[in-house]
């Protein structure tokens, strides 16, 4: 195969970027759903495709700060699930306004984070080992708290109100009464409002990309990931980079985990949903570049690699493809993305290096 060229034209350019393969990838994917599916592209479906992907994007997002260090966290799958139910417990047991309330929970997220990087950063254990503790605990926790029952999400109830419409009906008006359904500002807000969870998600991702890109911050993060003891010797406060980090991530999951009680208006004690979407965000961030041992990665990838989840995932769906297989066919479907993915990126660094 010739060497990629930025001369070469788009493609090349497209390829050239660190986001490129997978870029390709995804569009590839998109074209064959369109060309099978003919409700693929519709505004319906996009409208079903952004609960899909958005939530991944967020918790790729801050995965991606844990593991461009070479650790990984997996203990988002319990902030997502824990968060919610402390939130409603914060506002329909305690009384606290709904912000306020959204905001302590997360802030306990924190503090979830700020334990798990103590004990990777400070005492020295595995992440995989403390967060994978700190998954189950949490799960444990949740189960106990809700004693395994659904509840209502705090000011995600739907209101139905009356207004009088005026029909013209053979020239002469009739006024008739309709039942409109409304959901408060702070619903619309939070996760409820069409597009609100794709606001977040691509909020999350600018900012984070720039704090990754343009700050210390991030060029600390990646400086730890690449060297932690060229790091260190540098006056990099290592351990500190490290905490934060994980802190970072840990309040992702439990945003997430927000978000989606209030889309869904329901808090559901799901040890499985939440494990799912755990493993979603994680390959959201590899899918979209970001290394396994650490020393690079990107949030737009993340976001890119959430896109093709969600792409996949809604296309199989609208494809017909029966649940006892959805899965097979999405890991496999991973499987082959990730292995264009790595060839391409061996083809470019070829071409550069040539």
């Known amino acids: 195969m010739p060497p990629l060229r930025g001369e070469d034209g788009l493609l090349s350019r497209v390829l050239?970027?660190?986001?490129?393969?997978i870029i390709v990838v995804t569009v590839v994917v998109a074209i064959y759903f369109a060309l099978n599916t003919s409700s693929f592209f519709t505004s319906a479906n996009f409208k079903t495709l952004l609960p899909y992907f958005a939530p991944f994007a967020i918790l790729g997002a801050g995965e991606v700060f844990v593991m461009i260090l070479g650790e990984i966290d997996l203990s988002i799958g319990g902030t997502y699930l824990l968060?919610?139910?402390?939130?409603?417990?914060?506002?329909s047991t305690v009384?606290?306004?709904?912000?306020?309330?959204v905001i302590v929970a997360l802030i306990a997220c924190?503090?979830?984070?700020?334990?798990?990087?103590?004990?990777t950063a400070i005492v020295g254990i595995s992440s995989f080992v403390v967060t994978?503790?700190?998954?189950f605990a949490l799960e444990g926790l949740t189960l106990v708290i809700s004693h395994g029952e659904p509840v209502e999400t705090p000011g995600a109830q739907v209101h139905?109100?009356?207004r009088e419409v005026t029909h013209v009906v053979n020239g002469v008006q009739i006024h008739l009464p309709e039942q409109v359904n409304h959901i408060s500002t702070f619903a619309k807000i939070f996760g409820a409002g069409i597009y609100s969870e794709l606001i977040w998600a691509l909020v999350i991702v600018i900012v984070l990309q720039v704090v990754l890109t343009f700050t210390r911050w991030g060029l600390h993060t990646v400086a730890v990931g690449s060297n932690k003891l060229g790091a260190g010797e540098a006056g990099v406060h290592v351990k500190l980079v490290m905490i934060r980090n994980f802190v970072l991530c840990a309040t992702a999951g439990g945003l997430v985990g927000?978000?989606?009680?209030?889309?869904?208006?329901?808090?559901?004690?799901?040890?499985?949903?939440?494990?799912e979407i755990l493993f979603y965000g994680i390959s959201a961030a590899v899918i979209g570049g970001t290394l396994l041992a650490g020393g690079s990665g990107t949030v737009v990838g993340a976001l890119i690699g959430a896109l093709f989840l969600g792409i996949l995932k809604d296309g199989l769906i609208l494809q017909g493809v029966n649940a006892n297989y959805l899965l097979l066919y999405l890991g496999l479907s991973i499987i082959i993305a990730m292995t264009v993915n790595v060839y391409v990126q061996r083809v470019r660094r070829g071409s550069h290096s040539a």
Do not use: C, H, W
């Open 16 to 21: 050239a970027l660190r986001e490129g393969s």
């Open 83 to 91: 968060a919610p139910y402390l939130f409603y417990k914060l506002s």
């Open 95 to 101: 009384g606290l306004p709904l912000v306020p309330a």
């Open 110 to 119: 924190m503090a979830v984070g700020l334990i798990n990087g103590f004990f």
């Open 132 to 135: 994978l503790g700190m998954l």
């Open 160 to 162: 139905a109100t009356t």
């Open 258 to 275: 927000i978000l989606e009680a209030v889309r869904s208006s329901s808090v559901q004690p799901d040890t499985a949903g939440a494990n």
